[in-house]
T-cell receptor
């Protein structure tokens, strides 16, 4: 089955850019997502990209997709304390199947 | 809409007891998913329903786990008997599969289960 890998922790200084990386194994993955989980809360959809796109920008968020290398990244510009959370990469082949999630990257913001 | 609603938020029980987790999906969503989150294994898909019918339950750990969706607005996940290793956060999520390119999952706040 699909395997999605992420680093467990990322530490950045407030104001710097954060780049969270994700790799996946199934080249037929069609939909790729980033979810954010704040302490004690459920996962909240942050942004998503279709496999026919290379990049998507949404305010401070930039998603880059390298289909050849099966690599997805999330860049958060001007990282703020409110960005402190766990970020999950998730992929889907489409259809009625559920998503396959990575284990999540804990983003730690240093003052 | 109030979003996906799960209850209870927290459940503490003793080993061997029956536990029932409840979920109300977003109105109009026709797919419902149960996930389990632990530090060791991350997020695991347990089972999902489409139009109230279980489609894939291959993620259900063992026969102690069962899930039902009697109607479009309610689902339960039951563990009987519960064991300490079942301690985790259980999430319910729903999705509207009727719209093309609308694969977005919406999650509830989760049920934190502790089995002592």
């Amino acid at each position: 089955g699909e395997d999605v890998e992420q680093s467990l922790f990322l530490s950045v200084r407030e104001g710097d850019s954060s780049v969270i990386n994700c790799t996946y194994t199934d080249s037929s993955s069609t939909y790729l997502y980033w979810y954010k989980q704040e302490p004690g809360a459920g996962l909240q959809l942050l942004t998503y990209i279709f496999s026919n796109m290379d990049m998507k920008q949404d305010q401070r968020l930039t998603v880059l997709l390298n289909k050849k290398d099966k690599h997805l990244s999330l860049r958060i510009a001007d990282t703020q304390t409110g960005d402190s959370a766990i970020y999950f990469c998730a992929v889907s082949e489409g259809g009625a199947d559920g998503l396959t999630f990575g284990k999540g990257t804990h983003l730690i913001i240093q003052p | 809409d109030a979003g996906v609603i799960q209850s209870p938020r927290h459940e503490v029980t003793e080993m061997g007891q029956e536990v029932t987790l409840r979920c109300k999906p977003i109105s109009g969503h026709n797919s419902l998913f149960w996930y389990r989150q632990t530090m060791m294994r991350g997020l695991e898909l347990l089972i999902y329903f489409n139009n109230n019918v279980p489609i894939d339950d291959s993620g259900m750990p063992e026969d102690r786990f069962s899930a039902k969706m009697p109607n479009a607005s309610f689902s339960t996940l039951k563990i009987q008997p519960s064991e300490p290793r079942d301690s985790a956060v259980y999430f319910c999520a729903s999705r509207d599969d009727r719209t093309v390119y609308n694969e977005k999952l919406f999650f509830g706040s989760g049920t934190q289960l502790s089995v002592l």
